[in-house]
């Protein structure tokens, strides 16, 4: 009897969970919505937190996208500076080249002589020959012989351990050489360095007259002076007149060591030349 009794109570309770269930089933909409709520509350992160991190992302997008703009700016203006200042050294060659050319054109006003420009256009260097290419020819008036100037100024000749020149005039055209070859539109200008060149000469302060040499090589030879010359170093050595082919009074250099000559029959000198051959890009030709 007593065991049919808690047979019973057991069924009762069962029927009474199995209620409270079906009535927990009917209303677990709102349950589920409060569960879900605070589940995502639980693990997903909070406005302020998103807020922060959208914030931030963004802020490295643009300082991202500043730098790679500063980058292309800054190329932008490396290539700005570097054309201005190609544009600035082209602009300082052509007021040099003016100003340079002016000063010709002013010293060719005070000279008994027409001077006409040519460019140098090639050279010929050899053992044997030291000449130069010119744009002027025959078909110009240019013929065998014709004297070769360049216009000079300021400092010393091409060496600069060389006593300073005694003269105040260094400004000027200086001897580049002669014309030894003359075709229709170019010649050949034989220099003055080279060892078949010979010209009157004379020592500017004291007026002792000789012939400078060429030599093949860096310096002249100043010859056939006197033994009793007056001449000391950094003496300017210019053109004498004489042989019929330079006019007087051009500069051809600077006396840089005074020799004695065989047997003391003649005084010698080798002489810096005043123009220097290798920086030559023009040249003026003496027309007679």
Partial sequence: MLLKEKHKLLRLLIIYLSI???????RTGRIVKVGRALFLYLLAP??????KLLSETGRIGRSISQLVSAREENKILQERITSLLQEKEKLQETI???????RILNYQEETPYELVSARVVGWTPSLFSSALLIDK???QGFEKDTPVVAWQEGGNPQDPGVAPMKSERL???AVVGRISESGPDMSKVLLIT???SELAAMVQRSREKGVIAGTGERSLLLKYLSPTADLEIGDLIITSGMGRIFPA???IGSVEEVLRGVGGLE?????VPRVNINQLEDVQIIKR
Avoid at 20 to 26: A, Q, T
């Fill in 20 to 26: 409270s269930l079906l009535l927990l089933i009917f």
């Fill in 46 to 51: 909070s406005p302020r937190i998103v807020s």
């Fill in 171 to 173: 400004n000027g055209m």
């Fill in 249 to 251: 009074g051009l500069v």
């Fill in 194 to 196: 080279d060892s078949n």
């Fill in 96 to 102: 040099s080249e003016s100003k340079r050319l002016k």
């Fill in 137 to 139: 020819g025959i078909n």
């Fill in 267 to 271: 005084k010698r000198a080798w002489v």
